[in-house]
């Protein structure tokens, strides 16, 4: 099973970074290369993600590389490693559930094929290779790793109450939970479930009537303590997070809170049916397209969805003793899902997202198979064809993770309605000289998208590059700016980029003013220009752009103007750093003077990673350092000027 895995996941390996990877992981660079003590703590603080940052998780990444950019194939590889050794965890932990007393009164007396089927049915499914793969899922793929350790510890100490050894017994249930929902959460979020999981386990495949352990005080006190607490504790975080949950995706979502409960049942139906009948190619990583349910009647398949859930709860619930291993499937992939399918306003359908809470689910299928009876060669030459047709099925997906190009061209062709995977291949067209196919892609898909900022603007570059460009296409990317409702954060990165390229300053046709009509556009937007940080990146845009026009004073007055919405080193750095590159060095000289007369944000007093992260800066003085080199830089310049 093991080579197998290996096997099938092998040509993936020659693939690149994708999307959230460039976002997280170039924090292994944002402040040098990670090569002092000082480095280290300034970087693990540095997460963006949760309001725990996933410092694990970043700990984890400098396995592969201790700086930025990198190479994608130590990370692929080791996302690969662990993939492996969940395997190994899940097969000897079913291994020993299924070896219990109860399991072998029920005639499940084949207890490691069952556990092996079913570990080899979940680590060569094609659906895992959007986790594996996919390097910054490896903050998806910890939880399940810490999940799996705290399982064997709360088994070892099941064992330990059954042979009387009550405070051995504790312990290690104690220091397993606690340990590793600690340890899960510093992961990503979800691991807050972990003690919920647990407890999925523990009531259907642990605590079965007649097991004389499971009527002990010490297992009754420590499911108390150390499973139901923690889960009510998750359940009243996620209650009392709806009212900033409405906030939030009013904010920053193309839908409502209610909109997204409604459609999350159809998503998690979505991923059973991609479970359950595997398939080599999927949607990948592009959900933008995702059908939202406005109401319970549209699409007519929403209140199915609602019912069905709900009736697989509760199916679950009540077959716990009777059906045990259906009953732990059903529960641990639905409380898998409690967190990031609910009140959360995250995006709406993640294939990654089932890595965890698919860990049980074949266990019933591998029951029925197992090498029992008459129809022992059957069930096993059946378990062996499974095993072997999800082995290709993930090889041949691993090799379209190897290939960027041809990955992009697929996602393309899978989603002919999403916006972001035919950005994702025109992108890739361009970088391959296809420009005039790029073009063409990213008109056909604007027609029925006119207000996608993204497809707008990169059918400006493709336009350029293909010498096809017209007053059309820019009229088109004003109005798709004019009339957006999110967006504003691409619109501030492509910018900056086209500023700094020749693809754009060569075109043919385009007015001197493109980037002016742009900007202006972004500001009669409200949706785009109404937070801070979104004027913020749009004064900063058209300093830079007053910058490139050889206009330094105005520039400088829109750099001042941005820092005045949020005053923090990293922005005075940044506008003062491209003055002086610009050869405007004495008003680099005078934004910095300016940075320093603003009154200091006052930082929360709640205890969250992002302000420990300021902590350190401050405390090791890296701001002042930095601010001090770049003074004397610009000092030095103004002198040569």
């Not at 976002?23 to 300034?42: E, H, Q, T, V």
């Not at 790793?145 to 017994?169: E, K, N, V």
């Not at 609910?342 to 049980?360: D, F, G, K, M, S």
């Not at 393309?412 to 892609?441: I, K």
Request: aromatic letters at 10%; proline letters at 5%.
């Amino acid at each position: 099973m093991l080579i197998a895995t290996v096997w099938a996941y092998l040509p993936g390996l020659a693939g690149d970074f994708l999307f959230d990877d460039y976002a997280n992981l170039s924090a292994l660079g944002a402040y040098g290369p990670i090569d002092s003590g000082p480095a280290f703590w300034r970087y693990i603080t540095s997460g963006i993600a949760d309001p725990t940052g996933r410092p694990i998780a970043l700990l984890s990444f400098l396995l592969d590389a201790r700086d930025w950019p990198a190479d994608a194939h130590a990370f692929k590889r080791n996302n690969l490693a662990l993939h492996v050794f969940n395997s190994v965890l899940l097969l000897t932990a079913l291994w020993r559930i299924l070896a219990t007393p109860q399991f072998r009164a029920a005639q499940l007396t084949h207890a490691f094929p069952i556990a092996l089927m079913a570990t080899a049915f979940w680590a060569l499914h094609p659906l895992m290779v959007s986790t594996t793969l996919y390097v910054v899922q490896r903050q998806a793929m910890l939880p399940a790793t810490f999940f799996l350790l705290a399982l064997h510890g709360w088994i070892s100490g099941r064992l330990c109450l059954h042979a009387g050894r009550a405070l051995s017994g504790f312990l290690w249930m104690s220091l397993s939970v606690g340990c590793a929902t600690t340890l899960a959460t510093l992961s990503k979020a979800n691991g807050v479930l972990l003690p919920s999981l647990i407890g999925v386990v523990e009531i259907t495949l642990l605590g079965q009537r007649g097991n004389a352990a499971a009527q002990t005080r010490g297992l009754n006190s420590a499911r108390i303590a150390l499973l139901l607490a923690p889960s009510i504790a998750v359940l009243a975080y996620l209650l009392g997070q709806i009212p900033s949950a409405v906030e939030s995706s009013n904010l920053s979502r193309p839908w409502t809170l209610t909109q997204r409960l409604l459609t999350e049942p159809r998503a998690l139906f979505d991923y059973l049916g991609l479970l359950v009948l595997p398939r080599p190619f999927t949607s990948g990583l592009f959900n933008d397209n995702y059908l939202l349910s406005s109401s319970l009647s549209t699409p007519w398949s929403t209140l199915p969805a609602l019912g069905g859930i709900i009736g697989l709860c509760w199916f679950g619930f009540a077959s716990r003793y009777h059906r045990p291993l259906l009953a732990s499937a059903l529960m641990f992939f639905f409380v898998g899902h409690a967190l990031e399918s609910t009140v959360i306003p995250l995006e709406l359908h993640y294939e990654h997202r089932n890595y965890l809470p698919a860990l049980l689910l074949f266990l019933p299928l591998a029951a029925q198979l197992r090498p029992a009876g008459k129809r022992a060669h059957i069930t096993t030459a059946v378990g062996l064809i499974l095993t072997m047709t999800l082995a290709f099925m993930t090889h041949a997906r691993s090799t379209l993770w190897g290939n960027p190009h041809e990955q992009a061209l697929v996602w393309a062709a899978l989603n002919p309605d999403s916006p972001r995977a035919q950005t994702f291949a025109a992108a890739h067209e361009m970088r391959t000289g296809q420009a005039h196919a790029a073009y063409a892609r990213l008109s056909k898909v604007l027609q029925d998208h006119p207000n996608e900022i993204q497809l707008s603007l990169n059918s400006i570059r493709a336009a350029c590059l293909s010498r096809q460009f017209t007053s059309h296409d820019l009229q088109s990317a004003v109005d798709s700016i004019t009339n957006a409702t999110h967006g504003g954060h691409f619109l501030f990165t492509w910018l900056t980029s086209a500023l700094e390229s020749s693809d754009l300053a060569d075109c043919e046709g385009l007015p001197w003013d493109w980037a002016s009509r742009l900007l202006d556009a972004a500001h009669e937007n409200g949706k785009l220009s109404g937070l801070n940080i979104r004027q913020q990146e749009l004064l900063n845009l058209q300093g830079q752009l007053a910058l490139s026009r050889g206009d330094g004073d105005r520039s400088l007055s829109l750099f001042n103007q941005a820092l005045e919405l949020h005053a923090t080193p990293a922005t005075a750095l940044a506008q003062a750093a491209a003055l002086g590159n610009a050869g405007f060095a004495n008003h680099g000289l005078l934004h910095l003077q300016h940075f320093e007369e603003l009154p200091r944000i006052q930082s929360s007093k709640h205890l969250s990673m992002t302000n420990l992260h300021q902590w350190i800066l401050q405390n090791q003085g890296y701001w002042k350092n930095e601010l001090t080199n770049l003074r004397m830089a610009l000092k030095t310049d103004a002198q040569n000027y």
